[in-house]
């Protein structure tokens, strides 16, 4: 079964400062996707990012940015230029292209100093 | 806001009882999943409709159960509750079923309390 590892339970950046938030998952498959949600304290999960694995180009939006490793089944999210908002829980989700079960890993929870 | 809605937001109820959780998902959206996220267990994926039929399941308990409607709304039926059901009941939705550029948007959420 597929599985989604953070490492980080928690990072911390200052504002306007970069920070990279770690994911590895373990997968048997060539062809899945891969996300970033963020869970602000509202609870809301928000869709940051997606990267299809086939696709070899990391995937950006905006100051969101992906470092995707194929071989190394590693996933890590950069963002740059923090701001205040950006403070949440980060989850990266693993999904097969065979099926509609998104795993989850469990969280990273990201604070911005000002 | 992601056009995925979900009522009611909070939900406090008693050990052995049964409630419903409802969404609506996106205009145009076909699909509908249902996921618990837990302190415990985290976010864990229940179980998927998709125009109707049941797509996909998951770590879903034989006291609950969903369904979709003709209006494609979808709701989940939590009985006998326990007080290790309490959590946040997320319902995403999508365009399609498994479909390569197909993305799950996520609702705001039920906060279900079992006291």
């Known amino acids: 079964a597929q599985t989604v590892t953070q490492s980080q339970p928690e990072m911390s950046v200052q504002e306007a400062e970069t920070v990279t938030l770690s994911c590895t998952y373990d997968t048997s498959e060539s062809d899945y996707y891969l996300f970033w949600y963020k869970q602000p304290p509202s609870r809301q999960m928000i869709l940051v990012i997606r990267q299809e694995a086939y696709k070899q180009q990391n995937a950006t939006e905006n100051r969101f940015s992906v470092n995707f490793q194929k071989a190394a089944k590693s996933f890590s999210l950069k963002i740059s230029d923090s701001q205040l908002g950006d403070a949440a829980m980060y989850f990266c989700a693993y999904r097969s292209s065979n099926n509609n079960d998104m795993r989850f890993g469990a969280g990273t929870r990201l604070t911005v100093k000002p | 806001d992601s056009g995925v809605t979900q009522t009611p937001k909070h939900l406090i109820t008693a050990t052995g009882q049964r409630v419903t959780l409802r969404c609506s998902p996106r205009s145009g959206d076909l699909s509908v999943y249902w996921y618990q996220q837990s302190l415990d267990q985290g976010l864990q994926f229940l179980i998927q409709?998709?125009?109707?039929?049941?797509?996909a399941k998951g770590n879903i308990l034989e006291r609950f159960s969903a369904q979709q409607f003709p209006d494609l709304h979808s709701e989940l039926n939590l009985s006998s509750l326990e007080l290790g059901d309490s959590a946040l009941y997320f319902c995403?939705?999508?365009?399609?079923?498994?479909?390569?550029?197909?993305?799950?948007?996520f609702g705001p959420g039920t906060r279900l309390t079992v006291l």
């Open positions: 995403a939705s999508s365009v399609e079923s498994g479909h390569p550029t197909d993305t799950q948007y």
């Open positions: 409709y998709y125009n109707g039929e049941e797509r």
